[in-house]
């Protein structure tokens, strides 16, 4: 079991930065591939970012990519979503998510939501024009 708590979320001007952080409790944090979904107000749940246990492979939506970085701290516990150049339709809900499963290294084992077994209850981030 795996529990994730999420902080680091806020309100910005569109430009500006935030760096959302994931700490986890629990075994073999590094043996989880890690995630950062997020869920925009009557929209669904999208893929932003994820990392392998190792952090040696990432991979960031087209609507993230050279924005936004994923990395993490295996001897911390954490990971974390850098977050630059923000603009207003960044504006969403924003969840980590783990999993144990061993996943295949391409996109599209990470961006599904459903390969992923833990969740954090959410950090809002609102991004102003």
């Known amino acids: 079991q795996v529990q994730l708590v999420e902080s680091g979320g806020g309100l910005v001007q569109a430009g500006g930065s935030l760096r959302l952080s994931c700490a986890a409790s629990?075994?073999?944090?590094?043996?989880?591939?890690m995630g950062w979904f997020r869920q925009a107000s009557g929209k669904e749940r999208e893929f932003v970012a994820g990392?392998?246990?190792?952090?040696?492979?990432?991979f960031h939506a087209d609507s993230v990519k050279g924005r936004f970085a994923i990395s993490r701290d295996n001897a911390k516990n954490t990971v974390y979503l850098q977050m630059n150049s923000l603009k207003p339709e960044d504006t969403a809900v924003y969840y980590c998510?783990?999993?144990?499963?061993?996943?295949?290294?391409?996109?599209?084992?990470?961006?599904?939501?459903?390969?992923?077994?833990?969740w954090g209850q959410g950090t809002q981030v609102t991004v102003s024009s």
């Open positions: 629990g075994r073999a944090f590094s043996s989880h591939v």
């Open positions: 990392i392998s246990g190792s952090g040696s492979t990432t």
């Open positions: 998510a783990a999993t144990a499963r061993v996943l295949a290294t391409i996109p599209e084992a990470y961006d599904f939501w459903g390969h992923f077994d833990f």
